[in-house]
């Protein structure tokens, strides 16, 4: 029987910055690029944030018109 490996990313619970109202939060390539390494290492991941329930996701990482790479898979060695 091998051993599994179990991650735990903890991320932000912040959506804004200190006073200042403009959305912010996990840049969204930060997050799929280790998950998917980890995934793709044959990891279990789990997410969590930090106060518990919704993880903000900056809305600048979530542009869909080719302004943004794709998530690297399998940077990590």
Same mark, same amino acid.
């Given at each position: ?11 932000? @619970?912040? +959506? ?6 403009? %959305?912010?939060?996990?840049?969204? !390539?930060?997050?799929?690029? #280790? ?13 969590? @944030?930090? +106060? ?6 900056? %809305?600048?990482?979530?542009?869909? !018109?080719?302004?943004?790479? #794709? ?7």
């Amino acid at each position: 029987m091998g051993t599994s490996i179990k991650i735990l990313l903890i991320l932000t @619970s912040q +959506a804004t910055m200190g006073n200042d109202p403009r %959305p912010t939060g996990v840049w969204f !390539e930060e997050l799929s690029t #280790p998950y998917y390494a980890f995934i793709d290492a044959g990891a279990e991941v789990d997410i969590a @944030s930090v +106060a518990g329930g919704k993880i903000p996701l900056d %809305p600048h990482s979530l542009q869909s !018109e080719g302004k943004n790479p #794709p998530p690297q898979r399998g940077t990590f060695s």
